[in-house]
């Protein structure tokens, strides 16, 4: 089956939808939160708080280091600014900003880094953040989020400006993603989610990821025997080491996931984790040292090998390893 068959039984929904309608309950909830993005309101979905509250919205043009340093001023003022645009040019334009002036003072400020990894699509290799988890981790002082779906995306903004107080970078996609949680769901910054249990491996995802690790574990068992665990590690940094290092030990081999370069990526932060605390035998799947290229999101997943059938081969060989 080819992964654009395997979505069209699946209800789907961007998770920028999802941080769009909490920017809207934050407004209302919060004077002093503020919106401002870098002349991409429609695609980022900040029109939506833009609409109903014109006078905290700031359409920054494309300057993204000028806007990292002003939302880093409103900040110091006490407001709560959520600055936006996309990963790839947040992360690459805007690093110096946000690694000298927001983390180095531990600004208050949540940083929106819209059309994450290869879903994209057809703007290509330019707009495809594909390195940006890697260069945000890397900061003292920085949360990092990446929500599976829409409603943890929800959750993931409301957390943001409520519980967390310093800069937070917040991952969301463009393409429609399957809705793998329900609103009665916890979510709580730094701690995994384990999404389906299992002795045999551990399947550690983040973002869209997961979805195509919980296909991917239902498979195994049916056709193998295989049981895996599966766990949504949504919170990047601080990761949640208790979780991974149960996980490690329970089923003695993991296998990470990720829409993201393979190299100081989401698997790189695991792996730090396993080799210091529990170790056992690792495979990863993301993208290896490449950049991205044209194309429809989900002949993009098959061509880049980040996809279900990529991670069942990964805890195949994992299990080998283990038993080996």
């Known amino acids: 089956m080819l992964m654009a068959e395997k979505m069209k039984d699946k209800?789907?929904?961007?998770?920028?939808?999802?941080?769009?309608?909490?920017?809207?309950?934050?407004?209302?909830?919060?004077?002093?939160?503020?919106?401002?993005?870098?002349?991409?309101?429609?695609s980022t979905l900040t029109k939506?708080?833009?609409?109903?509250?014109?006078?905290?919205?700031?359409?920054?043009?494309?300057?993204?280091?000028?806007?990292?340093?002003?939302?880093?001023?409103?900040?110091?003022?006490?407001?709560?600014?959520?600055?936006?645009?996309?990963?790839?040019?947040?992360?690459?334009?805007?690093?110096?900003?946000?690694?000298?002036?927001?983390?180095?003072?531990?600004?208050?400020?949540?940083?929106?880094?819209?059309?994450?990894?290869?879903?994209?699509?057809?703007?290509?290799?330019?707009?495809?953040?594909?390195?940006?988890?890697?260069?945000?981790?890397?900061?003292?002082?920085?949360?990092?989020i990446v929500p599976c779906d829409t409603k943890e995306a929800y959750k993931a903004t409301m957390a943001s400006a409520k519980e967390i107080k310093g800069p937070v970078y917040l991952r969301f996609g463009r393409e429609g993603v399957p809705i793998l949680t329900t609103d009665e769901d916890p979510f709580v910054v730094g701690k995994a989610n384990v999404m389906r249990e299992g002795s045999d491996c551990a399947i550690i995802a983040c973002g869209f990821m997961v979805g195509e690790a919980l296909d991917a574990a239902k498979e195994l068992e049916e056709e193998e025997g295989i049981k895996c665990r599966v766990v949504n590690i949504h919170t990047i940094k601080p990761i949640d080491k208790e979780a991974i290092i149960a996980a490690a030990k329970d089923c003695g081999c993991v296998v990470t996931a990720e829409e993201h370069q393979l190299a100081a990526g989401f698997g790189s932060a695991v792996a730090e984790v396993v080799c210091q605390n529990q170790p056992v035998p690792m495979k990863m799947v993301g993208i290896s040292d490449r950049f991205g290229e044209s194309g429809e999101p989900w002949e993009l997943f098959e061509a880049f090998h980040i996809t279900w059938k990529d991670i069942k081969k990964a805890v195949k060989e994992a299990v080998a390893m283990k038993k080996a």
């Open 48 to 144: 939506n708080f833009a609409d109903v509250y014109p006078e905290r919205f700031f359409d920054m043009g494309i300057a993204e280091q000028d806007m990292l340093s002003t939302a880093a001023g409103f900040a110091k003022m006490g407001k709560i600014p959520f600055a936006c645009t996309y990963g790839v040019f947040v992360a690459g334009r805007a690093w110096d900003q946000i690694r000298t002036t927001i983390c180095y003072g531990e600004f208050n400020v949540k940083i929106g880094g819209m059309h994450g990894g290869i879903s994209v699509g057809p703007d290509g290799a330019t707009h495809q953040a594909l390195e940006e988890l890697a260069l945000m981790r890397v900061l003292p002082n920085m949360t990092v």
């Open 11 to 42: 209800k789907l929904e961007a998770t920028r939808f999802g941080f769009a309608k909490a920017l809207v309950e934050l407004g209302k909830e919060d004077p002093n939160v503020v919106v401002m993005d870098a002349d991409l309101a429609k």
